[in-house]
């Protein structure tokens, strides 16, 4: 569809109502399809809220009256992506499935896109001379469009033949990419963009499709913006999900260097100055080359950092700023300055001559781009990555907020049942003149609770003698308290990793789920963020009919664990059968 220009030629694009899909079933029909060169690649239904109708019933249209035998609709088909859409709200999948088909949330945000807000859309303002807009019409406008959609089409859509699954951005992943290729193309290198991504956001998949875009972006002279594209995660194992979802984006071989755990630091530097167009590494490899890296010099690089709140502020990497940076003006700027005589030669010499250069690569630097990846930066991420406002303070490029997430399904809400000391201390002051409740278990049990927080390990109890209790609100009689033993509440889950990652085999979880539809994606989602954290290649499934179908699968699968996901009414039904 695109020419040498880069403009798309010979793209024949239709818009059809109404339109009729099944032999068997002549009457039935879809309301809109795109079709391009006659074939039908998106497929919406709509409903009217106007008229007492809304997506869910679009969504239950698509499961219950839509069947995904129909040669259409089969994955990888023709239908590439089918939407149900109102004039509030936009859901989408990729795959059909009868009563199991997965919709995901196509919007922009409460707030807008790529701002601080929950679910939804925001309220329309603008008006067309044919009335007012749809808080939707974002769809039509900014993503079916004609050059939009091809675009899409052309560098977005990605389909993975084995699996025979189909990967289309959501809305939030389409907009980062975006608004920061466009900036890159206006502004060039040498600018930092924080990237507040919640998790649930489709991380990998959005630094895959930006780390493509980087690579194969030109200026106006014809010229690459950026000879390489390194994307850095500061685990020591290289995380398999981003490995994976890089290398399936890769539609060339050789494109993608891998820097993993079979390979050296000496590969880093083989990659880096053979100008390898995308390279996957680990930050801790950066310390062992910094002072071999030689050929940079009138080179530019983009740097996608993944979890750029923890990983950004050490040694490493410094080190690797002082590899990829063009010191030459730095180094002009400070011999100017002080007077001295410090070169790229003297990195050897003396220690002097060693912080002088180390200093010159803090900074910006005109040949490299950062791109940081964070859900939860710090003030110093904001500082280091953020884009500066007029008053002074930083605010991250692009937001996908963990409330968003949280309100969408994808994270659990982990403050639903918090609970402050105010609270229980009021609590336990009602209950001295209820005599339906037992005092006495009542105060200890709050009290405990209140003794056990692990902020009271470190703060209040390392170290110290058994006390007696003052509080005579909480105790009848006088209660001499132990001393409590300091723990960290995450090593348990740091021993996991690390015993995990020194395993000869990666352990497989599986999830199984089955029933409610909400429940189980939900707790799908949660048990797939824990176990990939902590070092699982997880297997996450659409859901299955019976138990004995998802027994089978996992067996299949070789998983060592199974994890039943479904509702709390049905956990007591598949729960048995299961094992």
């Known amino acids: 569809f ?8 010979a793209g024949i694009c239709q818009f059809i109502r109404q339109w009729h899909y099944s032999e068997k079933e002549p009457a039935k029909s879809v309301d809109i399809v795109l079709q391009v060169n006659g074939i039908p690649l998106v497929a919406i239904e709509l409903k009217d809220e106007l008229k007492g109708q809304t997506v869910s019933q679009a969504m239950a249209q698509w499961m219950s009256d839509r069947s995904p035998k129909e040669d259409v609709f089969r994955v ?16 989408m999948t990729t795959k059909l499935a009868a009563e199991d088909t997965r919709f995901l ?14 679910a939804g859309n925001p309220p329309a303002k603008e008006c067309w001379k044919i009335g007012p807009r749809a808080k939707t019409d974002y769809l039509w406008h900014d993503v079916l469009q004609k050059d939009s959609f091809l675009d899409i089409l052309n560098k977005f859509v990605n389909a993975n033949i084995k699996e025979k699954t189909v990967l289309f951005p959501r809305y939030h992943q389409l907009d980062v990419v975006r608004k920061l290729v466009a900036d890159v193309a206006k502004n060039g290198s040498g600018k930092s963009y924080l990237v507040q991504h919640s998790a649930g956001s489709g991380k990998s998949n959005s ?12 200026n106006a002279e014809n010229q690459p913006v950026f000879n390489s594209v390194i994307v850095v995660t500061d685990r020591r194992v290289l995380d398999k999900q981003l490995q994976d979802t890089m290398k399936s984006f890769n539609p060339m071989l050789g494109e993608v260097e891998v820097i993993d755990e079979d390979k050296t630091s000496r590969d880093l530097l083989a990659a880096i100055e053979n100008g390898r167009r995308i390279i996957v590494s680990t930050l801790q490899k950066f310390p062992v080359i910094f002072k071999d890296v030689k050929k940079v010099e009138g080179k530019h690089f983009a740097i996608i950092v993944d979890e750029a709140h923890s990983s950004q502020t050490g040694e490493s990497a410094a080190k690797m700023k002082y590899a990829l940076a063009d010191l030459k003006s730095a180094i002009a700027e400070y ?16 220690a002097e001559a060693q912080l002088a250069l180390l200093m010159c690569a803090h900074g910006k630097h005109a040949n490299l781009s950062y791109f940081a990846f964070t859900a939860t930066p710090k003030d110093v991420t904001l500082d280091m990555f953020g884009t500066r406002q007029k008053n002074g303070s930083f605010r991250p490029f692009h937001t996908y907020s963990m409330r968003q ?54 703060e209040k109890s390392e170290g110290k003698t058994p006390l007696t209790c003052c509080c005579k609100s909480c105790c009848e009689e006088e209660t001499e308290i132990p001393a409590i033993k300091t723990t960290r509440l995450a090593s348990d889950f740091e021993t996991l990793r690390l015993t995990t990652e020194k395993a000869e085999k990666t352990p497989v979880a599986f999830m199984l789920t089955i029933g409610n539809l909400a429940m189980r994606q939900a707790r799908a989602q949660f048990s797939c963020n824990f176990l990939a954290a902590a070092g699982y290649k ?5 859901g299955f009919k019976t138990v004995e179908e998802g027994v089978d699968a996992a067996l299949a699968a070789n998983a060592d664990i199974v994890v039943l996901c479904s509702s709390d009414d049905e956990y007591a039904e598949y729960a048995v059968p299961a094992f």
């Open 538 to 542: 997880v297997v996450d499934n659409l």
């Open 2 to 9: 695109i020419d040498k220009t880069g403009c798309f030629v």
């Open 335 to 350: 011999n100017a300055e002080t007077g001295k005589n410090v070169s790229m030669a003297t990195l050897d010499g003396d």
């Open 405 to 458: 997430a949280i309100e969408e399904g994808f994270i659990h809400d982990v403050l639903a049942y918090y609970t402050t000391y105010k609270r229980c201390t009021k609590i336990v002051k009602a209950i001295a003149g209820n005599p339906l409740v037992p005092i006495h278990e009542t105060s200890k049990a709050i009290q405990k609770y209140k003794n056990l927080h692990p902020k009271n390990f470190i």
């Open 207 to 218: 630094i895959a499709w930006i780390a493509y875009r980087l690579a194969s972006l030109f």
């Open 105 to 118: 949330p196509f919007n922009q945000g409460s707030a807008g896109a790529g701002k601080d807000g929950g």
């Open 76 to 91: 990888n088909h023709r239908v590439l992506v089918f939407f149900a859409v109102d004039l509030s709200n936009v859901y």
